[in-house]
């Protein structure tokens, strides 16, 4: 996925398991973007349930914030945590920042 840096990154969808949405009750969610090169500062994201029982979830970043990104390849990643602290990470979606 491309974004060009000062754009509003927004993306929606339900998270799966097998093909078929999963209810994420009692689950924690975070984001980030981990750059694979050039400046190594992580990047959090804005995460949020928009449906917690079929799993739908939204990840963004406003375009204030991603103007002072800068321009290299990044991996998207969604950690989820259960109430007994038990960590589940997804895998890993390329984002190329461009100027």
Known sequence: MDLVRGATLSLVGALKLNGIAQP???WAISAEALPL???ATVVTLQAEWL???TGMVR???AAAETATWPAQNYQMRIKL???AG???ISKRDTLRMLD
Request: glycine share 12%; net charge negative.
């Open 24 to 26: 994420m009750n009692g």
């Open 59 to 61: 990840i963004r970043a």
């Open 51 to 53: 449906d917690i029982a």
């Open 37 to 39: 090169d050039g400046d």
């Open 81 to 83: 945590t259960d109430a």
């Open 86 to 88: 038990v960590v589940v």
